[in-house]
């Protein structure tokens, strides 16, 4: 069977609904960071006392999921959901093959170590 890993970059006022999702749809274990960036809007403006000023890099938040490809579409319609807000900048989910997996307690690989 197959292993997937999601990068999953989406705004931090969506980090707790997007974690819930992927929870519930049977993510069992995630790595956040906090990070910066832009996509296609490149950036954003804000306005601070009459003054508008450009933010080129704005704060996101990304997640790192492991999971069996079979759970793959659940997860992605649960996270899809939870993230939306119709704006730009609601993010991206970036999908990768993974070659193996090695629990490292237990020796497990494959499947069995997600």
Do not use: C, W
Not at 33 to 41: D, I, K, N, R, T
């Amino acid at each position: 069977m197959s292993i997937k890993k999601l990068e999953i970059i989406v705004r931090p006022g969506k980090f707790e609904a997007v974690k819930n999702a992927a929870k519930a749809a049977g993510a069992h274990g995630l790595t956040v960071s906090q990070v910066e960036g832009h996509g296609l809007q490149n950036g954003m403006t804000n306005k601070a006392g009459g003054a508008a000023y450009k933010m080129e890099m704005v704060p996101k938040v990304r997640m790192e999921v492991v999971v069996d490809g079979a759970h793959l579409e659940t997860l992605l319609k649960a996270i899809g959901e939870a993230a939306h807000t119709g704006e730009p900048g609601d993010g991206k989910i970036f999908i990768s093959d993974v070659q193996d997996v090695v629990r490292l307690r237990t020796g497990e690989r494959g499947s069995a170590a997600v």
